[in-house]
C-alpha cells in the first residue's frame, strides 16, 4: 500500500481530549475519530487492527468448538420483558420506538436473543452440547464514556453462549472457553490474567475476568507474579481432552488472582510470598459467565432429556472486548515515540520508508522491494511522499508497524538499505537480497 494512496491523518500534536496513553496515540496515529461521545469512525490503520484481532479470536473460538452467526444490532423490547431485564437493566439501555410505537432497543449483550434462537430450533438433549457466538457491535449507554476505545457506548464485542444438558457438561464449556480465551489474548501479544469475578447484570454464580496488567487500568488487581510466568500456547491443544483443560484452568486458579472487588488481603498474605505478590492495575478485555438456568427458565429453552423429561438448558455466556483491545494493547505496548505494536495485531507487516522520493534510483529500489514484499505475502505500507527524512521517521515510529525498511541514495550506492526494528530500536545494514531473505523468512 502507498501512502499517497492511503487514508492516515496522522495529528502532530497531542489532542487535548484524551486522558490517557492509547487514546492519544490512537488518535495521533489516525487509527480513529470520534463522532459523538464515546461512539468513533475507524480510519483504516484502526480498522486494520480491529480486524486482526477479530480474525485470532474467530479463529480460537472456532478451534474450541464454537460456531458464528450473526444476529442484529437492534433487539425487540418483548425479548427482554420475557426476562425481566427491559426494566433492570435502567437507563444503560437504549431505547428506540420504531414508526408503529413498537420499542426496540440496541443491544447492549444478547442472552435473550440467543436464547430464543436456540428454543425454536432445538428440542432434544442429543443436539447438545451447543455454542454459538458472533462479533458484533453493542451499545451501553455509559454515564461517562472515556478513555476512547476503551469504555466506548458503541463497541465491538465477541459474545459466545453455550448450552449444556447438565452442570457438568456446562463446566466443560466454561472451562474450553476459559483455556480459548488464554490462548486468544496470548497471541495477540499479551498476557492476560483470569481472575475471580462479579457477575452484575449477567446473572450467575460463576465468573472470570480476564485482566492485561497496565499501568493505567481501570481496575487495582492483585495476584501471584507467577501467573505471569504461565504460557498456554506451549503445547498444542485438544478441547475433547476434558482431564489436560481441567489440569490448564487448575495452574492458572490455584494461584491468587483478584480484583480489588472481591481482594482479601488476609489470604493474599498467608498464600503469596512476599517475593511474589504482585498489586498492579489491569485492564479487563474479556469476561466469562456461568448462569445455569437463569435464561432458559425464564425463556422456556428446554429440551427433552435421555428419559423424556423437559428439561431447561444450562448456559453460560462469554464475551471479548474486541474494540477495547485496540487501546488495551497499546497501553501494554508503546513507548515515547508512539506504538509498538506485536506482530499478530500489526495493521501492516513492514514500513518501507523511501528517504529521498523523486530520486530515480531510490523510487526504483523501493519498487522494487514493495513489489517482492508484497509477492511473499507481506502487508506493507510504503512511505512513498515527499516529506523530509524526519517526519517520516516520526510518522513511522508513531503507527508502530514491527518492521521498517530504509531506502536512501546514499545506501544504495552500496548496495544497502537498512532494517530497524520497532521494538527493540535495532538497525542493522544489509544488501538489498538480505534484507528481503530477512524479511520474508
Ligand atoms: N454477555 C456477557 C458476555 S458475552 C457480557 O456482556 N459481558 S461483559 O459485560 O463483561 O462484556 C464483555 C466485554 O466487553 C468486557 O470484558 C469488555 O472487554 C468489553 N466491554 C464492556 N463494556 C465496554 C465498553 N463500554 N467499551 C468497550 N468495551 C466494553
Request: charge should be negative.
Amino acid at each position: 500500500m502507498r501512502l499517497t494512496q492511503y487514508f492516515l491523518p496522522t495529528l502532530r500534536e497531542d489532542p487535548s481530549e484524551a486522558q490517557i496513553i492509547s487514546h492519544r496515540l490512537m488518535l495521533r496515529a489516525g487509527m480513529m475519530k470520534q463522532s459523538a461521545a464515546g461512539i468513533y469512525t475507524w480510519l483504516p490503520l484502526g480498522h486494520a487492527v480491529l480486524k486482526k484481532i477479530e480474525q485470532i479470536v474467530r479463529e480460537e473460538q472456532n478451534k474450541a468448538g464454537a460456531v458464528e452467526l450473526l444476529m442484529p444490532t437492534l433487539q425487540s423490547a418483548e425479548l427482554w420483558r420475557e426476562s425481566g431485564r427491559y426494566d433492570d437493566y435502567g437507563k444503560e439501555m437504549l431505547r428506540i420506538t420504531d414508526r408503529h410505537e413498537r420499542d426496540l432497543l440496541y443491544g447492549p449483550t444478547n442472552e435473550e436473543l440467543i436464547t430464543d434462537v436456540f428454543r425454536s430450533s432445538v428440542k432434544s438433549y442429543k443436539d447438545l452440547p451447543l455454542h454459538l457466538y458472533h462479533i458484533q457491535w453493542k451499545f451501553r449507554d455509559e454515564v461517562r464514556p472515556r478513555f476512547g476505545v476503551m469504555r466506548g457506548r458503541e463497541f465491538l464485542m465477541k459474545d459466545n453462549y453455550s448450552f449444556d444438558l447438565d452442570f457438568e457438561s456446562a463446566k466443560r464449556s466454561y472451562n474450553n472457553m476459559f483455556v480459548a480465551y488464554l490462548r486468544t489474548f496470548q497471541r495477540m501479544g499479551i498476557k492476560t490474567i483470569p481472575m475471580k469475578a462479579e457477575t452484575g447484570p449477567i446473572g450467575g454464580d460463576l465468573s472470570h475476568e480476564f485482566i492485561l496488567l497496565a499501568d493505567t487500568g481501570e481496575s487495582e488487581v492483585f495476584c501471584h507474579s507467577d501467573l505471569l510466568d504461565l504460557d498456554v500456547l506451549a503445547s498444542d491443544i485438544d478441547y475433547d481432552d476434558v482431564q489436560s483443560i481441567a489440569r490448564i484452568i487448575d495452574q492458572y486458579t490455584s494461584l491468587y488472582a483478584a480484583t480489588s472487588d472481591m481482594h482479601d488481603a488476609e489470604a493474599f498474605n498467608r498464600n503469596v510470598p512476599s517475593d511474589k505478590q504482585l498489586s498492579a492495575r489491569g485492564i479487563e478485555v474479556g469476561q466469562v459467565f456461568y448462569f445455569g438456568t437463569k435464561y432458559s427458565e425464564a425463556m422456556g429453552a428446554k429440551v427433552t432429556g435421555p428419559g423424556g423429561e423437559q428439561v431447561a438448558v444450562e448456559m453460560g455466556s462469554y464475551g471479548i472486548g474486541v474494540s477495547r483491545l485496540v487501546g488495551a494493547i497499546i497501553e501494554a505496548s508503546h513507548d515515547e515515540a508512539g506504538i509498538i505494536w506485536p506482530e499478530a495485531v500489526a495493521p501492516f507487516d513492514i514500513g518501507l520508508i523511501n528517504l529521498k522520493s523523486g530520486d530515480s534510483d531510490t523510487d526504483r529500489a523501493c519498487e522494487d522491494l514493495h513489489a517482492k514484499l508484497q509477492n511473499a505475502g507481506k502487508a506493507v505500507l510504503y512511505d512513498d511522499t515527499d516529506d523530509r527524512a524526519g517526519a517520516k521517521f516520526s510518522v513511522m515510529d508513531l503507527i508502530g508497524l514491527p518492521k521498517q525498511l530504509i531506502v536512501g541514495p546514499r545506501g544504495l550506492k552500496n548496495g544497502s538499505v537498512e532494517i530497524k526494528d520497532r521494538k527493540t530500536g535495532a538497525r542493522e545494514e544489509l544488501s538489498l537480497d538480505a534484507a528481503l531473505n530477512k524479511l520474508t523468512t
